[in-house]
């Protein structure tokens, strides 16, 4: 269960994740040489991408020469590394040869940057069309990413019901986003009957697979006891998953969980790096509970709990995860 400005945001994040290469064509060549660097594939698990050497200079030839897989690569570079050097709009550009070539994840690439507007001025009617050429082709992430446009009414008149039906072609094939958005649906009893066991095994086969929405909500439910036994322990491990990736909601309960010791021993210092972690990202719903923590802590506590969640990468209080905006297939 999720509420609905959280519920909003995500949604958003799901369809700026939606970056992905086809992951049965690899360019790794195995050889270190001064051209070698790094390409993406799909992880096997749960589709997100991860770095695997390639000779860039042999993707770069074959982009040139009209390989598509090359093409839409090369645009995956452009996206994910901006902060290298990397631009958008030249990501804009590679997704969208591959894309007019009839190549579906650069359809569904192209679709995002127009989605968001990197790279050219948000269009959601042109991702709309794009959306639908993949779709045409059976792509699980073009189904997802319209299940989220009727969702919202982005482009089109809201319409849960058409955002029901591609949000479970999506989940059937697998989609970790689409299995979260479409446990929403049943969640809140959008254009299907209310039913929060469905709801509680979409969110736990998306949980499953580390997709933080749906760790989140599967989470939520074990501390409501809706769907599933009533459980604290169990919602204090999903709710970490999910805060460890940056879900600032998740942040927030966890720390909720830990001020009050439910699911877990009770730790004033983590909870308030935890809920400060989330208003620093700008997610202020914890803020009352900062201040309560506040007249707990010792001075000394107080600044060291600060300087974990101030720290580049935090995660106060267990190990890191994976970051949110991780692009998946």
Known sequence: MIQ??????????????????????????????????????????????REVPCNIATVKLAASAGEVYAQNQLGLL????????????????????AARRGYAPAQVNLAVTYINGWGSPQNYGTALNWLNAAAKQGHPRAYANLGILYMNGWGVRRDYVEAF??????????????????????????????????AAALYRRSAEQGNALGQNNLADLYLRGL?????????????????????????????FLLMSGLGTAKDPAAAYSWILLAAKAGDHRGDDYLQALKAQLEPKELAQASRKALSPGATPGSAPGRAATSFVQ
């Open 227 to 255: 769907g599933v036994r009533q459980s604290y322990s169990d919602a204090f491990f999903w709710f970490q998953k999910a805060a460890e990736q940056g879900y600032t909601a998740a942040q927030i309960k966890l720390g």
């Open 165 to 198: 039906k591609y949000l479970q072609l999506a989940a059937e094939a697998g989609d970790a986003g689409a299995q979260a958005n479409l446990g929403y649906l049943y969640d809140g009893g959008l254009s299907v009957v209310k039913d929060e066991n469905a």
């Open 78 to 97: 452009s996206a994910l590394r901006v902060e290298n050097g990397g631009d958008l709009r030249e990501a804009r550009s590679w997704f969208e040869k």
């Open 4 to 49: 609905q400005s959280g519920g909003r945001i995500r949604i958003a994040v799901c369809a700026a994740a939606a970056l992905l290469i086809f992951a049965g064509r690899s360019f790794a060549d195995g050889t270190a040489s001064a051209a070698a660097s790094s390409c993406f594939e799909a992880d096997a698990r749960d589709k997100s991408l």
